[in-house]
């Protein structure tokens, strides 16, 4: 073994010699004054090349650690490796700053300056949402979406510097290239406990393969499955102690959330992934998460590439199987686990898409889940046909009348706000006032626990006030709360008019955007403190989550304002003109940019001009294929396979800019 390594340390010396005997003789290199200038030496050829002296140390320090990384896998590191290894990480250091310095002269495109705080908090989007990934739309020119961070020659030498330096920890994890979606709930009001539906699950859960929760809008669903995850090993709540937890919220390991307003929720090979991330992650699965780690090829499965091209295939070999072994094994910590799916019926079916809907792929593949893994899921109760194959009991949260009855009894007598606003000077009567209203909204909310939430919220604001028994200040449907609340905060159409811009953008958009990217895209011609001012006044509405994202409280709201028999109706032509504006300018490259594009496009109104010669449709397509690339337009053609918003209207505009260009 010494020889070898003495053998290995000759050869390495000598090929380094002649590298720098050939080096030396080819050019030098000198300095006078300002200037820096080549020469050559008498009787050799001229050293020429087009390449940087960067990428040539790049190549070279790239060999290099290829051969170190050799040498450390076979362990025949020589005894002098040290000193190469320093002399190394100092040649490429020197190359590495003289780079660094030159891409700190980049040109960067300047923010307002009121937006340059928010774009160091919104832009960058530090938190776990998928929306912020590489694949996220490109209309926002920002150092969160458009700017790779790549390590130069220095930092690899010395990141493996350190990775020789450091000991193998056997206790830790190894990283696996799965990550979960990140879920937020728009919803600013406490999660009122229904015991009831929970003990009708967990008796259902002990005898069948799961259960379907369904229910009117505003029922509750959400609110129930969001409360079982806040009390599992994944919420806020649980997260310190695993063993503090209860035992029917300990075995949910994993959740899904579905929601109109954030595409990425929708798309069948995103939720596959987040699963199994999610899976990985429960410490009763740990044996799962060693599996993937020694299986590769089963990871592979997992990627949202392989998901698309064949999700069954994936979900049964990847995912049912070895868990399914495991269990078997006596691997699994758990007698039972359960997959929680919430808003099937947020999905709906496009005319032109090619992908799968969620609730069908669940309804072809409940039989091959192990009869321990638990589904549960929810929808409408007019939407029973996307579980019907599923052969699920439900459990229909309109029945019950005890649970609604509970939450305004405890809203009212628990908040002095509300029993203020109820006006009477006999105690005697006021009691009777209060009974009047529990049994008046019992009655319109039919089920719906919005409709008394947000009852209850006007009284608490003050906006209704009850001064009798006849209840005649009282709206007697949901979509009469939402007038009256818009009709207190805006008195004229005139004070409503930037508010419905907003509005109209985040409802025309193909994915949630925050308030800094409504104000560049209605390229509002105030400071932005003004449209943050115009926003506070429906914040409760349009709340912002945690990532600086805008989404409406429940999808009501958003359909409601749709609606053109109400004074404020949202029309969403002028805001997809609106995007083709701000579009114009914009150089668009990538896929994702393109797709939004062709959506905005096809639903614009900009060239409904009359016209002899070219018709409405020739017109966009036209504009389309001197904005977008073919190849380009190719691969949005290939993208649509998998987009949930893509309509009819869209693919025939694509193919026409594609047929055009053949």
């Not at 450091?166 to 009001?189: A, I, N």
């Not at 709540?237 to 109109?260: E, K, L, Q, R, T």
Request: glycine residues 4%.
């Amino acid at each position: 073994m010494r020889e070898e390594e003495s053998a290995f340390h000759v050869r390495m010396v000598q090929s380094s010699r002649r590298r720098d005997r050939l080096d030396s003789t080819r050019s030098f290199t000198s300095t006078s004054g300002a200037g820096r200038h080549r020469q050559t030496r008498p009787g050799f050829p001229t050293w020429h090349s087009s390449r940087s002296s960067s990428s040539r140390m790049g190549r070279t320090t790239s060999k290099i650690n290829k051969k170190i990384e050799d040498l450390l896998s076979s362990n025949t590191l020589p005894r002098c490796a040290a000193s190469k290894m320093k002399k190394i990480r100092k040649i490429v250091k020197k190359g590495g700053s003289s780079a660094a310095d030159g891409s700190k002269s980049m040109p960067t495109s300047a923010a307002p300056a009121e937006l340059a705080e928010m774009t160091d908090d919104v832009g960058s989007l530090a938190n776990f949402s998928e929306r912020n990934l590489g694949d996220d739309s490109g209309y926002f020119e920002n150092a969160g979406s458009i700017c790779d961070v790549v390590m130069d020659d220095a930092s690899v030498v010395q990141s493996l510097d350190e990775s020789i330096q450091t000991e193998y920890d056997p206790k830790k994890p190894e990283l696996l290239p799965l990550r979960p979606l990140y879920f937020e709930v728009p919803s600013s009001d406490a999660i009122h406990h229904r015991d009831q539906v929970f003990d009708t699950l967990k008796s259902q859960l002990r005898n069948q393969r799961g259960a379907v929760i369904t229910g009117i809008a505003g029922a509750g669903k959400t609110s129930i499955m969001l409360d079982m995850v806040q009390n599992s090993h994944f919420g806020k709540s649980a997260a310190s102690s695993n063993s503090s937890i209860d035992p029917f919220y300990y075995s949910i390991v994993g959740y899904h959330f579905m929601h109109c307003q954030d595409p990425s929720t929708l798309d069948l090979a995103r939720l596959l992934h987040s699963l199994a991330a999610q899976l990985t992650q429960h410490p009763a699965l740990a044996a799962y998460r060693e599996f993937l780690v020694q299986r590769p090829d089963l990871t592979a499965m997992l990627s949202r590439q392989a998901l698309r091209e064949n999700p069954g295939r994936s979900l049964v070999k990847a995912i049912l199987d070895p868990l399914r072994n495991l269990y078997r094994n006596d691997r699994i910590g758990l007698d039972k686990a359960v997959i929680l799916i919430d808003g099937l019926d947020e999905e709906e079916a496009k005319d032109g898409a090619h992908i799968t809907p969620i609730a069908e792929f669940l309804a072809k593949n409940i039989l091959r889940f192990p009869s321990w893994l638990k589904l549960v899921v929810t929808h409408r109760s007019d939407k029973t046909e996307l579980t019907q194959l599923m052969h699920l009991p439900y459990i229909n949260l309109n029945l019950g009348e005890e649970d609604i009855i509970d939450y305004i009894e405890g809203r009212i007598f628990n908040s002095p706000n509300i029993l203020a606003n109820i006006i009477s000077k006999d105690q005697r009567r006021k009691n009777k006032m209060i009974v009047k209203l529990v049994s008046f909204v019992v009655q319109h909310a039919e089920g719906s626990f919005l409709y008394a939430k947000l009852i209850l919220d006007l009284l608490y604001q003050g906006i209704i006030t009850i001064k009798s028994e006849a209840l005649s200040s009282v709206p007697q449907s949901i979509e009469e709360v939402f007038h009256l609340y818009l009709s207190f905060k805006f008195k004229t159409s005139a004070s409503f008019q930037t508010v419905s811009q907003i509005f109209s953008i985040c409802l025309a958009s193909t994915r949630p955007l925050s308030l800094a990217q409504v104000y560049r895209v209605l390229e509002y011609t105030d400071r932005f403190t003004k449209l943050q001012e115009e926003y506070d006044k429906v914040s409760a509405l349009l709340v912002t989550r945690s990532d600086g994202s805008l989404m409406f409280t429940h999808r009501d709201f958003s359909m409601w304002l749709v609606e053109d028999y109400h004074q404020f109706h949202c029309s969403l032509i002028p805001a997809h003109n609106q995007f083709i504006r701000y579009f114009a300018t914009a150089h668009i490259c990538r896929t994702n940019e393109a797709l939004d594009f062709v959506h905005h496009l096809a639903k614009c109104d900009f060239f409904n001009q009359p016209c002899e010669y070219f018709s409405n449709v020739n017109r966009k397509f036209l504009y389309l294929t001197y904005k977008v690339d073919r190849n380009i337009l190719k691969k949005v053609k290939k993208a649509m396979y998998f987009s949930s918003f893509v309509e009819a209207d869209s693919v025939s505009l694509i193919n026409m800019a594609i047929e055009s260009n053949a």
